[in-house]
């Protein structure tokens, strides 16, 4: 299994708080993304990166930032958590450029999932 | 823009039936389809791909074929197992991002 660890796992917390959720990876890969999974939705880009201090938006990213100051973390940060950001947060790291030829930019090792539900 | 289109789960079935589970897609130019699983609890591993027309992914017993004819890249097992019971999500890539259907519940009963 690819080595991606994501922190927290749960967390409750009120609307117009902070919340920083972390994604750190033992893999050395280069390209990092942060969905989100909602019922009817299934899995919506929030942001990504392909390289340290090299991120940009997925189509949902409103509410959202993300820094990456070293290859190994990915902090998706929500800076006033709102109840419509209630969902579950999968990070997905992967060594290919996703447009690669072949279709082998598509190969996405994904965490466990943070849970995160705001009241 | 690009998209893709799954049936409505849940989807329920006896152990052993056959199964299939729909998938079309609308996308410029060729793009590289995927099927992905998501067991409970976990997040979504690869289950199988096809990057160009008439390509046939394989694994663990499933199967889907690229039918460029029809935009679509349908899910079939022959003999589902309680051990299958999942969320399947079918996936595009055609230019630079990795777009994911909504799902489909599996529940295989015994």
């Known amino acids: 299994d690819a080595g991606i660890t994501q922190s927290p796992r749960h967390k409750v917390t009120e609307t117009g708080t902070p919340v920083t959720l972390r994604c750190h990876q033992t893999e050395n890969h280069r390209y990092m993304y942060w969905y989100r999974q909602d019922p009817g939705h299934g899995l919506r880009l929030i942001h990504y990166s392909y390289g340290v201090k090299d991120t940009d938006k997925g189509e949902v990213s409103d509410g959202y930032s993300v820094s990456r100051s070293k290859t190994e973390d990915f902090l998706l940060t929500l800076e006033s958590a709102t109840s419509s950001q209630t969902s579950v947060y999968f990070c997905a790291i992967s060594d290919r450029p996703p447009g690669l030829a072949g279709g082998s930019g598509g190969e996405l090792f994904f965490g466990e999932g943070s849970r995160l539900t705001v009241l | 823009g690009d998209s893709v289109t799954q049936m409505e789960g849940p989807v329920t079935l006896s152990e052993e039936a056959f199964l299939t589970i729909n998938c079309t897609y609308t996308a410029t130019g060729y793009p590289s389809l995927f099927w992905y699983v998501q067991y409970p609890g976990e997040g979504l591993q690869l289950l199988l791909k096809a990057t160009k027309a008439d390509d046939k992914g394989s694994n663990k017993g499933f199967e889907a074929t690229y039918r460029k004819e029809t935009t679509s890249f349908h899910l079939e097992k022959g003999s589902v197992q309680v051990s299958d019971s999942a969320v399947y999500f079918c996936?595009?890539?055609?230019?630079?991002?990795?777009?994911f259907g909504t799902g489909t519940r599996l529940q295989v009963f015994p």
């Open positions: 996936a595009l890539i055609a230019t630079d991002k990795l777009i």
